[in-house]
């Protein structure tokens, strides 16, 4: 006897053959925890909305007095490429107000609850500071005059 079953016996040979096989147990492979994502903190920064809307404020401001001081300069060539400066700085600061409600919009969830201060508070500083200085020296470029052209007319 060698082991085999006859044929049409159904048996394969084994001693655990017929009704009594088992099915192979499956394997189970324990799976990880996924981690969570750093970026959503779950709150949004009071200081970021407050920047941005300063930023806003600055930008709109910039323009109204950029379309007065366009609308307010007569042809005069000399004049026109005076103001040249100070409108290149109007443009910076607007760009820079949009670019601040941008970062706000981008980086802050509002239907969180509402922090102090999140990691982008920084961000929004350095934008609106930026803006400062760039209205700043707009407004300081206006004031000087060259020596014979009246920028008041």
């Known amino acids: 006897d060698?082991?085999?079953?006859?044929?049409?016996?159904?048996?394969?040979?084994?001693?655990?053959?017929?009704?009594?096989?088992?099915?192979?147990?499956?394997?189970?492979?324990?799976?990880?925890?996924?981690p969570l994502a750093a970026l959503p903190t779950g709150r949004w920064a009071l200081v970021n909305?407050?920047?941005?809307f300063a930023g806003a404020l600055l930008a709109i401001a910039a323009?109204?007095?950029?379309?007065?001081?366009?609308?307010s300069t007569p042809d005069n060539s000399d004049k026109k490429r005076y103001l040249?400066?100070?409108f290149t700085l109007f443009w910076i600061t607007i760009g820079l107000g949009i670019a601040g409600v941008a970062v706000f919009l981008s980086t802050e969830n509002m239907w969180q609850?509402?922090?102090?201060?999140d990691r982008w508070t920084i961000v929004n500083e350095i934008i609106l500071a930026a803006q400062a200085v760039a209205?700043?020296?707009?407004?300081?470029?206006?004031?000087?005059?060259a020596?014979?052209?009246?920028?008041?007319k």
């Not at 323009?63 to 609308?71: F, G, I, M, S």
């Open 49 to 52: 909305l407050i920047l941005s």
């Open 63 to 71: 323009a109204v007095r950029a379309v007065r001081l366009n609308n």
């Open 84 to 86: 040249q400066k100070p």
């Open 147 to 152: 020596p014979d052209i009246d920028i008041n």
């Open 135 to 145: 209205a700043a020296l707009a407004h300081r470029e206006k004031r000087v005059a």
């Open 113 to 117: 609850p509402v922090g102090l201060a």
């Open 2 to 34: 060698n082991g085999t079953a006859p044929a049409g016996s159904g048996a394969s040979g084994n001693e655990n053959s017929g009704a009594e096989q088992t099915p192979p147990l499956p394997t189970s492979i324990d799976d990880q925890p996924v």
